[in-house]
């Protein structure tokens, strides 16, 4: 089955600056890159996404990047605010499962330091 | 829309003792999940479900059950507690179909067996 590796597994980053986290996959066949936030006491809410035809998307000050050859992606946060503090967790799946089966990775610790 | 609800928030429970955790969306998804969520480890889907009748095992089914009578409902059993089962528990649904690629997390429940 597919594996997702994460790294880094905690990352601190001076309010202003960027904040790059990576992910790597087993399977040349995972099609579907979701990234997930989640916040202290809370569950993973979906903030961006990647389908293997883009090499990259953004939304706002948030891009994700994506390697098919490399088998990584990467989530890249730029103007980090005090809100940007939480765990972010990369997933993917394969076919011929969409959104509808997901492997995570092991998640980030990211705290924004003011 | 109160989205995917968990109950109870938190639990204690004895070795050997059994418990249900009960998941219930409102958003008439098709598909539900059960997650566990252990530090440094991620998201480990438990079991799922594409509809009302239908359930099938994900990556650590073993200790756990689940049943899914109606589409709103997806209740997960823990018949024989054991220490290994202390984590975090998350429910999540999904139209399903491809209609909408987020995965939405109810809030968890915190698992604890002494």
């Known amino acids: 089955g597919e594996n997702v590796e994460q790294h880094p597994s905690t990352l601190s980053v001076q309010e202003g600056d960027s904040a790059v986290i990576k992910c790597t996959y087993s399977?040349?066949?995972?099609?579907?890159f979701p990234w997930y936030k989640q916040e202290l006491g809370k569950g993973p809410q979906l903030i961006i996404d990647i389908r293997s035809n883009v090499g990259e998307k953004k939304d706002q000050r948030i891009a994700v990047t994506l390697n098919k050859t490399a088998k990584h992606f990467s989530l890249h946060i730029t103007e980090t605010q005090p809100e940007d503090s939480a765990v972010y967790f990369c997933a993917a799946s394969s076919p011929p499962f969409g959104n509808e089966k997901l492997t995570f990775g092991t998640g980030t610790r990211l705290t924004i330091i003011p | 829309n109160a989205g995917v609800t968990q109950t109870p928030k938190f639990r204690i429970l004895k070795i050997g003792q059994s418990m249900t955790l009960q998941c219930t969306q409102d958003?008439?998804?098709?598909?539900m999940y059960w997650y566990r969520q252990d530090p440094g480890m991620g998201l480990k889907l438990i079991y799922y479900s594409v509809g009302a009748g239908i359930t099938d095992k994900g990556e650590v089914p073993n200790g756990y059950n689940v049943s899914r009578s109606t589409t709103e409902d997806f209740p997960l059993r823990l018949e024989l507690a054991a220490p290994s089962q202390t984590s975090v528990y998350f429910c999540?649904?999904?139209?399903?179909?491809?209609?909408?690629?987020?995965?939405?997390f109810g809030p968890g429940t915190r698992l604890t067996v002494t």
């Open positions: 958003m008439n998804h098709n598909y």
């Open positions: 999540a649904s999904i139209p399903g179909q491809g209609l909408i690629d987020e995965q939405y």
């Open positions: 399977d040349s066949a995972s099609n579907y």
